[in-house]
């Protein structure tokens, strides 16, 4: 299962900025047809991209982009939120109920939907956007990291349901990216295009997990270790 990118139609969430934006720049120099999703379409700026209003953690946004881009062949899950602080003393469970929505369920709702349009265009793939979170975590950052866990998790569970039609599942994890997210975050970030780089070559290989930086290869080689080794 390997991805011909000139001759993909490709669906980015969250084109409008950050690690999005850089997919998006990047699929349309490499001939890709793109749409580019965005809550807001009139934010997308990439010549050379389709705007589409696409918000993932509506039900309806989501069924109604899928029932009209009906060419689609490659969707990449990027659209996130980090909204921090402890999942303990946190006034209230609210910020993580969004990263929920938005990072787990997000990404699982756009696959549900976008599965039979990739089986009727040949298989294609999913690309899903994680984080060296997905098994690391830390106080400040615990509802981000079990929402990437359990994006994980699904990641895996979708990869095995949707081998038999074809699609290539691929999972993406890094440590901090040069984006707004990272934006309070002092130390070493990977440039954007160069994850976008790798996860593009992926694709053209067929291969199932990229671990983009040092940071997400540490992690996941300690995956084996103490459970202390897991909280930074
Ligand atoms: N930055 C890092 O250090 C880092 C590290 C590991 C993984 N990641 C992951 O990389 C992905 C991209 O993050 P980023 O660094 O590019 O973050 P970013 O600069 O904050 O951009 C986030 C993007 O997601 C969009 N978005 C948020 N909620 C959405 C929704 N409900 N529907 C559609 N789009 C939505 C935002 O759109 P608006 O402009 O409308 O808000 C924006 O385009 C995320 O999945 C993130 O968790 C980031």
């Known amino acids: 299962m390997s991805i011909t990118l000139d001759q993909s139609t490709v ?4 084109a409008n900025r950050g ?14 047809t793109v749409y580019a999703g965005a809550r807001d379409p009139e934010s997308v700026t990439v010549a050379g991209a389709t705007p589409v209003r696409l918000d993932v953690s509506d039900d309806a946004s989501v069924a109604e982009v899928a029932a009209r881009l009906g060419d689609v062949t490659v969707v990449v899950n ?69 929402s ?10 979708t990869r095995g349901e949707l081998r038999e039609q074809g699609t290539l599942v691929v999972g993406v994890h890094v440590g901090y990216l040069d984006t707004d997210m990272a934006a309070h ?6 440039p954007p295009e160069d994850l976008v780089a790798q996860v593009l070559e992926a694709l053209e290989n067929g291969d199932e997990e990229v671990l983009g930086d040092d940071t997400s290869r540490f992690v996941k080689s300690v995956l084996s270790g103490p459970p202390a080794h897991l909280v930074v």
């Open 11 to 14: 669906l980015v969430t969250g």
């Open 185 to 190: 975050v002092e130390g070493p970030k990977l």
């Open 78 to 146: 990027n659209a996130g939120i980090g909204r921090g602080g402890s999942v303990l003393t946190a006034a209230s469970l609210d910020g993580f109920r969004e990263e929920l929505e938005t990072n787990t369920l997000g990404p699982l709702r756009v696959t549900r939907a976008f599965a039979p349009v990739l089986a009727a265009n040949g298989g294609g793939a999913v690309v899903n956007v994680l984080s060296a979170l997905s098994w690391a975590t830390s106080p400040a950052v615990g509802g981000y990291s079990a």
């Open 19 to 32: 690690l999005g934006k850089a997919f998006t720049e990047a699929l349309v120099a490499a001939g890709a």
């Open 148 to 157: 990437k866990a359990a994006a994980w998790s699904l990641t895996n569970v």
